[in-house]
């Protein structure tokens, strides 16, 4: 009897429609922190 082989999964492929989808992010160009009120200081 021979050893049948199992095939290998590639799983970049299994998973690719999760990463391939086309998205909007928001722009991260610009800094924006939070101001920090005169009450959080205390």
Same mark, same amino acid.
């Given at each position: ?8 999964? /590639?799983?970049?492929? %299994? /998973? $690719?429609? %999760?990463? /391939?989808? $086309?998205?909007?992010?928001t722009? +991260?160009? +610009?800094?924006?922190? %939070?101001?920090?009120? $005169?009450?959080?200081?205390?």
């Amino acid at each position: 009897m021979k050893e049948v082989k199992k095939k290998r999964r /590639n799983p970049v492929a %299994k /998973n $690719s429609r %999760k990463f /391939n989808k $086309s998205a909007v992010f928001t722009d +991260k160009t +610009k800094y924006n922190r %939070k101001v920090k009120t $005169s009450e959080e200081n205390e």
